[in-house]
Nanobody, 129 residues
């Protein structure tokens, strides 16, 4: 059984930065991709970013491109999400996700929550104005 554990959330002022981490348990687990979603109260789960495990290509929602950076942690079989210039509208629970399927994909594929096989419990990010 694969488990994803997020960390790094917290309270930050607008304009500040946070780095989220996600570690995947299971020595033999090799994902096809890992990514981040977020969900604000009363809203649907929203795609943030993804990284393909094979060619290390990255994908972002347009509104976060340039502010957020996803990267791979090879030693811990996990991912980071560096978030800069945070805004109050970035306040949400951030979830890590992993896709078992290996292969090249595109942004449309990764934005669909249904394709992701494993999810973490989420970490709260709160941005004050």
């Amino acid at each position: 059984q694969v488990q994803l554990v997020e960390s790094g959330g917290g309270l930050v002022q607008a304009g500040g930065s946070l780095r989220l981490s996600c570690a995947a348990s299971g020595r033999t687990f090799k994902p096809g991709a890992m990514g981040w979603f977020r969900q604000a109260p009363g809203e649907e789960r929203e795609f943030v970013a993804a990284i393909n495990w094979i060619d290390i290509s990255t994908y972002y929602t347009d509104s976060m491109k340039g502010r957020f950076t996803i990267s791979r942690d090879n030693t811990k079989n996990g991912v980071y999400l560096q978030m800069n210039n945070l805004k109050p509208e970035d306040t949400a629970v951030y979830f890590c996700a992993a896709d078992r399927v290996v292969g090249r994909r595109d942004l449309n594929y990764y934005t669909n929550p249904r394709i992701w096989d494993y999810w973490g419990q989420g970490t709260q990010v709160t941005v004050s104005s």
